[in-house]
């Protein structure tokens, strides 16, 4: 009889390797053919599934207190000698798999990903991939200590933010003076951290033959379907057609306000001084509200977020040592999502909510999938799920319809979001033509040459604002971006997935419930089509071109200006 894996992972989380190899040797050993092939798959689908959620439950632990010891001691320990064991068994198992010359039904797309990471592995580069964790850990503990004294209070940065949408243009600026010096106070320590990732990555890629880190981390990524030189073309249709939709919002701003000059502590403030939406008082509200939402969109949709409300996978307010941000994380073994988030009663958090609620159906619609490998879609489609839900929700945004707001209100909310999508496409183009230029370049582990061309792609990119006297806030930015920090090269897909999504949109304005199942459809088939065909399913392209952007930013403005006579 094959080992049993335990119910639950719960007893697993302090677990040594000793613990672990007796199924991962069992599975080795197996006798893979064609009469076993399903049998085998099934049974390292359940032990992949099981590690998977252990590791994802030490990772949640660790943002939801960073100062907890004891998560971060499990944590450590984990990256430390569970994380290479882990990495050289699925290497064996991948090999096992290809070896056998056997294709499981459907399988043709996760083997090639299969044989990818075949391809990248290297024993030498497994303690490199540990200490690489650890130190990203670092960042997530210099961000989770960062507060400021405001209003007599300590507030964390993400607290004192909120005064960015207020009309006290005074307040605004000490707010976002305060919250810039108390980040510049760390700039010495993030130098020091990425002056060691750096070369620890280039390492990596070297290990593994690899020229440089770009190249590496593009078959680490699984970008089969797409080239750097797309991606170029994608950067310049957004100087092209973007950076001058962006610089005609920022100067209707400046007008509407009445200001000389437009500062960066102006760009959240509605611009027609009405106090910040207030959609929610508490994370509880956010649920409730967000629930309905969904009930009202699609009833499988909101059966599906009530379920991890009841469950208790929704942590969403800000508070004091959390970790920074918001993400979706998968608990595999239990088939169930998990929602972390750091909500302070902005309509952004509705935005965050939406998001990461549609990687969250996206998981679970996915979990159809007989096996591991056919579940985990490519990341460019992940984020249209999520950035497709904040654009086919927002006609529920109403009160009347269950949302947060009155009709007006409602308006206002989309208008701000389609404004933020502008907004978006130039700072992605700054991260992710900074990632390439810092990994091909050898100054690029240089800090001081990092602020020399992120100051440089800002400046190229972010029109429209005056950055006098703001220099260093200006040329540190890349240092407040977590993703080049702790997920490098995990950016250029929220771009091309705005534009798919974006695109999904404009069909569900022909028709509503079709979008909406092409959309839910695309979803379940997981990673068992390319990226190209995942799109496809979902009734969009995947594009990089100006023809492309050009038709959806001029939908966005014309939309924005309908919405504005309600608004």
């Not at 209070?153 to 010096?181: G, N, P, S, Y």
């Not at 999502?337 to 958090?349: C, E, Q, R, S």
Request: hydrophobic share 40%; charged share 25%; aromatic share 10%.
């Amino acid at each position: 009889m094959p080992l049993s894996l335990p119910a639950t992972t719960d007893e697993a989380l302090d677990w040594g390797w000793e613990q672990f190899q007796p199924y991962a040797d069992e599975l080795l050993a197996a006798t893979l053919d064609a009469n076993t092939l399903i049998d085998f798959m099934t049974r390292l689908t359940a032990f992949d599934d099981f590690a998977s959620e252990v590791a994802a439950r030490i990772h949640i632990d660790t943002t939801l207190n960073t100062t907890d010891e004891q998560a971060k001691a499990r944590f450590m320990r984990f990256i430390q000698e569970l994380y290479p064991q882990f990495l050289r068994v699925n290497d064996a198992m991948n090999r096992k798999i290809v070896d056998s010359g056997l294709t499981p039904p459907n399988y043709e797309v996760p083997l090639r990903a299969i044989k990818s990471q075949i391809a990248l592995f290297r024993e030498a580069n497994l303690p490199l991939l540990s200490q690489e964790q650890a130190w990203t850990k670092e960042y997530e503990e210099i961000n989770g200590a960062q507060t400021v004294l405001w209003d007599g209070e300590e507030k964390t940065l993400t607290q004192v933010a909120t005064v960015l949408h207020e009309t006290d243009r005074v307040r605004r600026e000490q707010a976002f003076r305060a919250i810039m010096e108390r980040r510049l106070q760390d700039r010495d320590k993030i130098d020091a951290l990425w002056a060691k990732l750096y070369p620890l990555r280039q390492q990596i890629a070297h290990n593994a033959g690899f020229p440089d880190y770009r190249a590496y981390m593009w078959q680490e990524r699984g970008r089969f379907d797409y080239t750097p030189q797309d991606v170029e073309r994608f950067h310049e249709a957004i100087r092209q057609v973007v950076v001058p939709s962006v610089k005609r919002l920022n100067d209707k701003r400046k007008a509407a306000l009445g200001v000389d000059v437009l500062r960066q502590w102006d760009v959240n403030v509605d611009m027609h001084g009405r106090a910040p939406l207030k959609p929610f008082q508490t994370g509880a509200e956010l649920q409730e509200t967000s629930a309905r939402i969904f009930d009202a969109l699609d009833p499988e949709l909101g059966r599906m977020f009530r379920l991890m409300k009841d469950e208790g996978l929704l942590d969403l307010e800000n508070r004091k040592n959390k970790a920074p941000g918001g993400y979706q994380s998968t608990l595999a073994y239990r088939k169930r999502p998990f929602i972390f988030m750091n909500a302070v009663g902005l309509h952004n958090d509705v935005q965050t909510m939406l998001h990461e609620a549609g990687h969250a159906f996206h998981m679970l619609e996915a979990a159809q999938q007989p096996f591991s490998g056919m579940r985990h879609a490519p990341i460019e489609f992940c984020e249209v799920a999520s950035m497709s839900m904040e654009l086919l929700a927002a006609p529920h945004l109403e009160a009347s319809l269950g949302g947060f707001y009155s009709a007006a209100e409602a308006a206002r909310a989309r208008i701000e979001h389609l404004e933020e999508m502008l907004v978006f496409w130039p700072y992605m183009a700054v991260v992710d033509a900074f990632q390439s230029w810092a990994y091909t370049h050898p100054e690029g582990g240089d800090p001081r040459a990092c602020d020399a061309k992120w100051a440089e792609l800002w400046h190229t990119y972010k029109q429209g604002v005056d950055y006098s006297g703001l220099e260093d806030w200006v040329m540190t930015g890349w240092q407040r971006k977590l993703h080049i920090i702790e997920i490098p090269f995990y950016y250029i897909e929220y771009g091309l997935a705005q534009l798919g999504a974006a695109q999904l949109w404009a069909n569900s304005l022909d028709d509503s419930q079709q979008a909406l199942r092409a959309y839910r459809q695309a979803l379940a088939l997981g990673n068992t089509r390319t990226l190209p065909q995942l799109f496809e399913a979902a009734g969009v392209k995947l594009a990089f071109d100006v023809d492309t952007l050009g038709r959806i930013v001029e939908l966005i403005e014309k939309t924005i200006s309908e919405l504005e006579a309600v608004g």
